[in-house]
């Protein structure tokens, strides 16, 4: 049988006079164990008592209690919702257990009634939200929970709680109707008309002061007051130490957070990475509307925001611009290098005479705004901004040290990341420079040591053979004089692009035609071609009809010869090589070499135009070349503030390469 009713609400609608008060769990328990004492004591005979714990668990600490109370009286009655083993029984007390749906699973009760005193303590579990409480903390739990709930000295509301309890009691147990009845009549609890009850009790509450002398019990005034007062240093201390505890709470809050930036600092080198856990992190810590961080410097006019925490049914700002000179909030903790915290935003003066301000608090719904900056060292690095949309309560002191905190650790973990990254870039110069001179010295040793040999062998040939035929002798020099022009021609490049590289060229921009820098670039090739090998067809489909170009003649002719040249020496006399120009857009002329040789792989691509490149490899060339070709091009294409890239389809698909040109 499931009792629905609280035994509170029964006792307050019976005694309408009463008033309910609040009390904490550690005071109950002294109240309680100040009530067990006094049967304990033995000042009356066979008191009635009667003590209902929510849960066996709560009752197994007190058991040993109550079985040494039973042997000061037969009237103990003991309830509890059973857990494991706890059931109805009458070995040492009346055990009453209870449906765990009983409203009784809520309440805790003690009612001690004796011949000349009584005392009651009827409470039911409140259950109050704790500001700033840490689920995982068991001991603020236990300390934190409240009763409402009614505790008297005064006979009349113990006798009907007591009247109260023993109906509950005889629904489940009516095995027991007898006692009752004999505790009934003992104590004056027999069911009789109102008025009659009420005289009764009227007259039980009070004792006569020779019975109360007799047995040795103190005045009840004064048993009053001392209780009172001790009840009130009861919860004076309760309070202090719920506040210590929510201290404790609030540190360790603190402590975690900075721990886990500080551990998302050590795990990662990524800035987005580490920004990401800190926005989360402290928008959830302070309960934030809204919380942004943004990378930004002092002098920046405007960031986008690409970080956010956001409460449901806040305005969202990913993705939007948000102006920083504009702002004085910003410009004021920029230059104070402190936090900047408006409370409210509705009566602050520099909101309200600054429409810009205004206009955005009204935009993002904005009560409370706090901006903290990122700094090292004096550097601004970033901004911390955290917003209040609905919420008017302020953050406390320690909430905003915490923030003080977090940007701190912040400023440590992007400086560490910015280290990180520019050592990698150095690392990777490094590596490039390291792969250059490996490059330099295969290729130079190829490059240089071969016409070397053939021209030694040329000359100590024609010196120790004054009687050689004169064909002969020609072919000799011929052969000698070539390898010659290939060694100063390498020299060349190599003057040429560290020449480019350093910044040293002066460059001579004129307005061009660029047919006439085509024509002279494919005299130039076809010349050079005829006397080393057989070319590949070349097609012009340059129109006369184009924009002047603003370049410098000389290095546009060498670009267009050179690649024109590359894409002679990779594709079969069979092939063909394409030279086409067209505008692109209202400011540039696109310039394209295309031919049908062997291609370049898609890997390939993007450092076609590094310094001695050769797809083959520097040792295994079938072609021959320094490899500087196509850097020297990327250099002069760089210098009029062109673009140049390569594409091809695939190995033997052919390739292309297109570079762009300046109009007049």
């Given amino acids: 049988m499931i009792v629905p009713i609280s035994l509170l609400a029964e006792l307050l609608q019976a005694l309408p006079q009463l008033r309910a008060q609040i009390y904490f769990k ?43 109370i039973a042997d ?18 009458s070995e040492h007390h009346e055990t ?50 409240r009763f409402e709930g009614i505790w008297t000295f005064d006979r009349e509301v113990s006798c009907k709680a007591a ?99 500080t551990t998302a600092m050590r795990q990662s080198l990524n800035p ?8 989360q992190e402290l928008g959830t810590a302070l309960s934030a509307s809204r919380c942004l961080i943004y990378r930004c410097k002092a002098v920046d006019v405007s960031v986008k925001i690409d970080r956010e925490f956001l409460r449901p049914g806040t305005t969202s700002m990913l993705d939007q611009t948000w102006q920083l000179q504009k702002n004085p909030i910003f410009r004021d903790a920029v230059t104070r290098q402190e936090r900047v915290y ?65 940007a701190t650790q912040l400023g440590a973990a992007l400086i560490q990341a910015e280290t990180y990254a520019h050592l990698e870039e150095l690392n990777q110069q490094l590596e490039a420079l390291d792969r250059t001179r490996s490059n330099l010295i295969a290729i130079t040793g190829h490059e240089l040591r071969t016409p070397l040999s053939t021209i030694q062998v040329c000359l100590e040939s024609l010196n120790s053979e004054p009687d050689m035929p004169q064909e002969l002798r020609k072919i000799m020099l011929e052969t000698a004089l070539g390898d010659a022009e290939r060694m100063r021609k390498l020299v060349q490049d190599f003057l040429t692009l560290s020449h480019l590289e350093s910044g040293r060229v002066k460059w001579n921009v004129e307005s061009l035609t660029l047919q006439e820098c085509v024509d002279l670039a494919l005299s130039s090739v076809r010349s050079r071609g005829g006397l080393d090998r057989k070319l590949p067809q070349i097609i012009a489909e340059v129109s006369a009809e184009l924009p002047l170009v603003q370049a410098d003649g000389e290095w546009l002719v060498e670009v267009l010869s050179k690649l024109l040249d590359n894409a002679c020496k990779f594709t079969t006399p069979q092939g063909s090589v394409t030279i086409k120009a067209q505008c692109s857009g209202s400011r540039m002329v696109e310039v394209l070499v295309a031919d049908t040789g062997r291609g370049i792989e898609a890997s390939s691509l993007k450092i076609v135009f590094d310094r001695f490149y050769q797809e083959e490899g520097a040792l295994r060339r079938s072609a021959g070349g320094t490899g500087l070709g196509l850097a020297i091009c990327k250099q002069i294409v760089a210098g009029w503030g062109g673009k140049i890239w390569a594409d091809s389809a695939g190995k033997d698909r052919g390739s292309e390469f297109h570079f762009t040109i300046p109009i007049v």
């Avoid at 008592?49 to 109550?66: K, P, T």
């Avoid at 005045?219 to 309760?238: C, H, I």
Wanted: some cysteine; glycine content about 2%; hydrophobic content about 40%.
């Fill in 96 to 145: 009453v257990a209870f449906a765990p749906e009983d409203t009784l699973s809520k309440e805790w009760h003690l009612v001690v009634l004796g011949q000349h005193y009584s005392t009651c303590l009827i409470c039911q579990e409140k259950i109050v939200p704790i500001d700033n409480q840490d689920d995982r903390d068991p001991l603020l739990i236990d300390q934190a929970r």
């Fill in 26 to 68: 550690s005071s109950m328990t002294a109240l309680s164990h100040a009530m067990e004492d006094l049967v304990l004591a033995g000042s009356d005979d066979e008191p009635l008592v009667i003590a209902s714990f929510q849960q066996e668990r709560f009752y197994r600490h007190e058991a040993h209690r109550y079985r040494r």
């Fill in 72 to 89: 000061h009286s037969s009237q103990v009655y003991v309830l509890s919702s059973p857990e494991t083993e706890f059931k109805n029984s």
């Fill in 272 to 279: 987005q990475e580490i920004v990401e856990v800190a926005v």
């Fill in 163 to 261: 009247e109260l309890l023993l109906d509950k009691i005889l629904k489940y147990r009516p095995e027991l109707a007898e006692k009752i009845d004999r505790a009934r009549t003992t104590y004056n609890l027999a069911k009789a008309p109102k008025k009659t009850r009420k005289s009764a009790a009227s007259k039980a509450a009070k004792p006569d002061k020779s019975a109360a002398k007799d047995s040795k019990i103190p005045n009840p005034k004064l048993s009053d007051a001392f209780a009172e007062r001790l009840v009130t240093y009861l919860q004076a201390g309760q309070h202090k130490l719920l506040k210590a505890y929510s201290a404790i709470a609030a540190q360790e809050r603190k402590e975690r957070l900075i721990n886990l930036i």
């Fill in 342 to 406: 408006i409370k409210d935003t509705a009566q602050d003066p520099l909101i309200v005479n600054t429409k810009s301000l205004e206009k955005t608090v009204k935009n993002w719904q904005i009560v409370s705004w706090l901006m903290v900056p990122v700094l090292y060292q004096g550097r601004v690095l970033g901004m911390m901004e955290l917003h209040q949309c609905r919420s008017t309560l302020p953050w406390e002191e320690d909430e905003l040290a915490l923030v003080e905190a977090i």
